[in-house]
C-alpha cells in the first residue's frame, strides 16, 4: 500500500480536521450590514434603522405642526 497523499487527499483531510475541531456555527465574511425587522437588509452598520428614523422624524413633525 502506497503511503503517498495527493494534494487533494491533504487539503480534504485538512477541513475535515478543521470541521471536526472547530465547531463553528457560521462562517462570517461579509461586510458589516444592519437588518431592519420593517426594512430589510441596510449596508453598513446601523444602531437604528435610517428609513425609520426618518419616518419617525417626519411623523413628529406633523403632529408638532397639527398641533395648534
Ligand atoms: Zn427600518
Do not use: D, W
Amino acid at each position: 500500500m502506497s503511503q503517498k497523499l495527493s494534494s487533494g487527499e491533504v487539503c480534504k483531510n485538512f477541513v475535515k480536521k478543521v470541521l471536526t475541531n472547530y465547531n463553528l456555527p457560521y462562517i462570517s465574511i461579509t461586510p458589516v450590514f444592519s437588518i431592519c425587522p420593517k426594512h430589510g437588509y441596510i449596508a453598513g452598520e446601523h444602531k437604528y434603522c435610517p428609513i425609520c428614523e426618518h419616518e419617525y422624524e417626519a411623523k413628529r413633525l406633523i403632529k408638532e405642526n397639527s398641533e395648534c
